[in-house]
């Protein structure tokens, strides 16, 4: 069974977009589709990114501890929400961080917004810096639009029937690039 790691990314004060975070948590387990694990990075209280991991002289646990996680999963979720047509300086700091823990990781993007148009920006830049440094992005989205309307608190989705019905399109083609990768891991 995959082990998925979900990075929610947002650490703002009052965030919406963990909950799809936990929508997906909830997901996945309830269908049995692997073990799960949210790495919230409003818990790591991550520094500004100076330097890559490999060059940092002394790294703080919390730092070790997330790679450790990274390098482990057999697939990653990252939640993000849109701010001005970006993604966070928390997710751009960790993206940086890392790069060994990220090559060839299958990694799917699920992007949130609190208008109408399900963060369709914030994609490309995300997609980009992914690629930049070997990861593999999946080639399927899952776009939240109106996050605070889609779930409650919990995670629980408000139109369970549609939601689930997209969820499971985007969660199989993660399983799939993680059964991809297995298989050319030779």
Request: glycine share 6%; aromatic share 10%.
């Amino acid at each position: 069974m995959p082990h998925i790691v979900i990075i929610s990314s947002s650490i703002r004060k009052g965030r919406v977009s963990h909950r799809t975070a936990l929508y997906f948590r909830n997901f996945i387990e309830t269908n049995d589709l692997g073990s799960v694990e949210i790495l919230d990075l409003s818990e790591y209280n991550f520094p500004l990114f100076e330097e890559r991991l490999r060059f940092t002289e002394n790294p703080t646990d919390n730092v070790l501890d997330f790679a450790a996680k990274i390098k482990a999963a057999d697939g990653i979720i990252i939640v993000t929400p849109e701010y001005n047509g970006g993604y966070p300086a928390s997710l751009k700091n960790v993206v940086d961080l890392l790069y060994d823990e990220w090559r060839r990781k299958p990694i799917a993007i699920a992007s949130n917004s609190g208008g109408p148009f399900g963060a369709a920006q914030v994609l490309t830049s995300l997609q980009f810096s992914l690629w930049k440094i070997g990861a593999w992005t999946v080639p399927a989205i899952f776009q939240v639009a109106k996050v605070q309307d889609t779930f409650d608190e919990n995670g629980m989705p408000t139109e369970k029937v549609g939601t689930d019905k997209r969820a499971t399109v985007f969660i199989n083609e993660l399983l799939w690039c993680v059964e991809a990768k297995k298989r050319m891991s030779i």
